[in-house]
């Protein structure tokens, strides 16, 4: 856990306009600034950093959020990342983090040696005919090779020697993977005679090649070793590039190799990405959920495909939630993506794609495989499989479906497998009536409360010792708490709601923050005005739980509930407390 003490001085010590310029232009307008959203396509500029509050926000897609929500929204990083790479921009060390400091000059040495491979192997391509002609033969253009970076390590024992001379002894070229040393100390080249695919990360730059023999030989994909700048169990081949074609379509594609992702991108179609000659893990999957909420694994229809298939969906299980959909694509057996698309188009692999399996029925067909459902042994067997992998499942709606389906195949009720599979039966909802006099928050006089207090800090020393009492408990309540919780702390400021925003932990209240932290800053009323508002918040807070408390007495008193003395008496008093409210009046 990073304290919440920290975010906000990484927050204060960046500057949301630089940040954000360095990745999209910014023009100022006002006193904002204003650009073509990275988040969506659009002609005229809708989206809108505010130096101020340090905010970001999109009129046209309501994308929204603070520097580290750009990087997470921009990069793909996570929370961790993000703040990670702001507090290392701002010279600040993350607390309590337990990995070993990073040597930053080591990192930098590493990618520029990186580079200049990258551009030595882009020269060589032009000079192979080999090369192009394969290249060619895959139905590549040069626009696409370009675009991917693609080069070709020539049959050559040292050709990195040519570009790096006296540097080929460095410690950095080892480090990178780019050569190999023997046990005599000589050095050659890791990639000979092979097609070179530059692996990006998120931030765009080259950490790993995956080299592909031309022809025959073995191994038929060579990848970087893991370095200090690559771990293959984190990147996907071609997610730097793939981003806008994800955000466009609402779906991640993920194929085998890097020759289909490529090979998809030049018949159209752009959001594919590839794991690296690994199976696909837990960081993998929360990566492709940040770029999109639905994801389709594409195999190989092989033993082999299946098989992937069944560790990416273990992988998957703990990370689903009901608004995420995962599906697996099976193609057909003497077919890969890349031959798929170049036979049969674009048009068959978008309906492909749209018909692939859900998880949930992959899930119940691997349940079901090599069983036979006539016996009770193997429905007994089906079950025992199921828990495995139904109990791991995140998504609570989705695993109760997928209960129900199991339940169909073993004839046993939803009840008894759920009990068999060690899940506990979702408790049934409540149905007593809760006691009128119990409150949740009015929503809206609240949040006007708490947007006046977000522009007009000062105005929380103002509040009415109730407030609190008032606000009920809803996630307005919550944050109004914090605000006040910040206020006899160590004070409460504007920049303190921007800093909430990223700490918490609830999104119902992290939904209210962000619609604060997007209010207007115009019409900022003078003090004395605001604190008028204020007061008129409050009265307004007032009557609405009045409103409140009245209709939840009046409902039950038509449901034939039995009100209490005291009840019947408040049906009477409230109304008059109200009027009094209205008429200005202070309420004993
Ligand atoms: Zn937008």
Redesign the pocket.
């Known amino acids: 856990m990073i304290p919440e003490s920290f975010i906000q001085d990484v927050l204060a010590r960046t500057d949301i306009v630089s940040l954000i310029e360095r990745y999209v232009p910014l023009k100022k307008s006002g006193a904002n600034y204003m650009a073509c959203?990275p988040?969506?396509n659009?002609k005229s500029a809708?989206?809108s950093v505010s130096p101020t509050k340090q905010f970001y926000h999109?009129f046209?897609?309501g994308?929204h959020g603070t520097a580290i929500g750009f990087l997470m929204e921009y990069s793909g990083m996570s929370f961790l990342e993000a703040i990670k790479d702001l507090a290392q921009q701002a010279g600040l060390k993350v607390p309590e983090d337990d990995a070993p400091p990073v040597d930053r000059s080591q990192i930098s040495s590493l990618l520029d040696a990186m580079g200049r491979a990258t551009r030595f192997y882009r020269e060589q391509l032009k000079q192979s005919p080999k090369a192009i002609e394969y290249l060619k033969q895959r139905g590549l253009t040069g626009e696409i090779a370009a675009r991917f970076g693609i080069g070709y390590a020539p049959d050559d024992w040292q050709g990195l020697h040519t570009v790096f001379a006296n540097d080929y002894d460095s410690l950095a070229l080892l480090e990178a993977g780019l050569v190999i040393q023997n046990d005599t100390g000589r050095r050659y080249d890791r990639f000979r005679d092979r097609v070179m695919f530059p692996i990006l990360d998120q931030r765009g730059n080259i950490v790993g090649f995956g080299g592909r023999v031309i022809g025959q030989g073995e191994p038929k994909y060579l990848n970087s070793p893991e370095t200090p700048l690559f771990e293959k169990g984190r990147e996907l081949y071609g997610l730097f590039q793939a981003r806008q074609a994800i955000r466009e379509s609402g779906v991640v594609v993920v194929v085998e190799g890097y020759m289909d992702v490529v090979a998809l991108a030049q018949y159209g179609f752009g959001s594919a990405v590839a794991t690296l000659g690994t199976a696909t893990t837990a960081t993998h999957i929360q990566k492709l959920f940040r770029q999109s909420e639905k994801v389709v694994f594409c195999f190989d229809g092989d033993n082999a495909g299946r098989k992937a298939a069944r560790r990416a969906l273990e992988s998957c299980l703990d990370q689903l939630a009901d608004d995420r959909e995962v599906r697996f694509l099976f193609l057909p057996p003497e077919h890969d993506p890349d031959s798929f698309v170049r036979e049969q188009g674009l048009e068959a692999f978008h309906r492909a794609i749209h018909d692939a399996l859900p998880l949930s029925e992959f899930l119940l067909r691997e349940l079901r495989s090599g069983l036979n459902l006539a016996t009770a042994e193997d429905r007994a067997k089906l079950v025992h499989e199921a828990k495995a992998l139904i109990p791991k499942i995140s998504a609570p709606v989705l695993q109760l479906q997928t209960i129900r389906m199991v339940a169909q195949d073993v004839d046993m009720s939803p009840d008894e497998v759920s009990q068999a599979l060690g899940i506990r039966a979702p408790a049934h909802s409540k149905t007593a009536p809760r006691y009128a006099g119990r409150r949740t928050a009015p929503a809206g006089p609240l949040r006007q409360l708490l947007r006046l207090l977000s522009s007009q800090p000062i105005l929380i020393g103002a509040l009415p010792a109730d407030t609190l009492h008032l606000a009920g408990d809803g996630p307005e309540a919550g944050i109004l708490q914090v605000f006040l919780d910040a206020h006899e702390n160590n004070g409460f400021s504007a920049s303190t709601v921007t800093a909430l925003f990223e700490a918490c932990q609830d999104e119902a209240q992290k939904n209210v923050l962000g619609e604060l932290l997007q209010a207007s800053d115009e019409g900022r009323a003078e003090e004395k005005a605001a604190k008028e508002e204020l007061d008129g918040h409050i009265t307004n807070l007032r009557i609405a739980l009045i409103d409140h408390e009245l209709a939840a007495l009046h409902q039950r008193d038509r449901q034939g509930g039995q009100l209490s003395t005291d009840e019947k008496r408040l049906l009477v008093t409230l109304p008059a407390q109200k009027q009094a409210l209205r008429a200005g009046q202070k309420i004993r």
Request: charged letters at 10%; aromatic letters at 20%.
């Open positions: 959203c988040f969506h659009e809708s989206f999109c046209g897609c994308a």
